[in-house]
């Protein structure tokens, strides 16, 4: 077990990505606090069409430990009150998982200014705000470590003036986080996943999945446990030496392009 006791938060825990990081983290021993909206899984229309569970039952089923903690990282009080309250209930805290995200279709035209807000203010401020709180934590902790999950569109355009440049942000900001927080011996990383069969899919139509897996080197589309495996690389002890890093996890979709 490489997280044996390691206390973790995972944002966005409750669904998809998050959830399959927060199961694979349980794998290897971790305690995890889920922060999220709702403690109830999103079903997808097209994925993920199957799952009632919350996840932090499915951690105790592993074995593990595990917390839901409700918490919009578009609101700093929230968030706050989320790390204090994780330290509280685990004695600490060593890994910030921030993979709360949304994605709202529309090109510069069609997408709205309030819209760009939101989707900014989840996924780039969100993540400064879940970043600088967790600091002062992550600093006492003996093997800090920092993952935000990005995209690989954060490597070309075609995803929304609001979402790929916000990812785009992610993959500037860990290099920035991972020169100031190294010193304090505290890795700061990002993975950058292609298309992973989650909920967040919905929008797309039928003929814009089939394109993206033509898109995609290996025959498949990934799955949750696949950033949860590359998330337990990176928190544990094998990926010490690795900061300011941006892991592409993505079946061979940006070889590509
Ligand atoms: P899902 O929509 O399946 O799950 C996202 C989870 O985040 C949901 O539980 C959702 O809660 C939660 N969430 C949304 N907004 C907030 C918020 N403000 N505060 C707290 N929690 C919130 O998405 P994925 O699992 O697919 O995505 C996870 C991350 O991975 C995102 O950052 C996404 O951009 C990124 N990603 C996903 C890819 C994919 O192909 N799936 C590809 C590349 C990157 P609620 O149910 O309340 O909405």
Redesign the pocket.
């Known amino acids: 077990m490489v997280l044996k006791d390691r206390i973790a938060i995972i ?10 990081i927060a199961l694979e983290f349980a794998r290897e021993g971790a305690r995890i606090a889920i ?4 403690e ?3 079903r ?1 229309k097209y994925h ?1 069409t199957d799952v009632t569970t919350p996840t932090v039952a499915e951690i105790e089923k592993l074995g593990a430990r595990g917390i839901f903690l409700q ?5 700093e009080s929230q968030v706050a009150h989320t790390l204090n309250r994780t330290v509280e209930h685990f004695g600490g805290l060593d890994i910030l998982v ?6 709202i279709p529309g090109g510069a035209q069609a997408l709205s200014i309030a819209d760009w807000d939101k989707v900014v ?3 780039l401020r ?1 993540v400064f705000v879940a970043t600088k709180l967790a600091i002062p934590h992550l600093k006492r902790s003996k093997f800090g470590r920092m993952l935000q ?5 954060a490597y070309g355009g075609g995803a929304g003036p609001a ?1 790929a440049p916000a ?1 785009a942000a992610i993959v500037n900001m860990v290099r920035d986080t991972a020169l100031e927080l190294g010193p304090f011996g505290i890795t700061v990383n990002a993975i ?10 919905d929008y797309l139509t039928p003929e814009q999945i089939e394109e993206a897996l033509e898109k995609t080197a290996l025959p498949r ?2 799955l ?1 446990r696949d ?1 949860g495996r590359a998330a337990v690389f990176l928190a544990s002890d094998d990926a010490a030496w690795i900061t300011g890093a941006s892991l592409l996890v993505d079946g061979g979709f940006a070889a590509g392009v």
Do not use: M, W
């Open positions: 944002t966005g825990g409750s669904s998809g990505i998050g959830r399959g922060a999220d909206k709702q109830t899984p999103l997808g993920e918490t919009d990282v578009a609101d921030n993979n709360a995200g949304i994605h203010g989840v996924n969100g999950i990005a995209s690989v569109h979402y990812k950058c996943p292609g298309y992973i069969e989650t909920a967040i899919q589309f990934g949750p950033i």
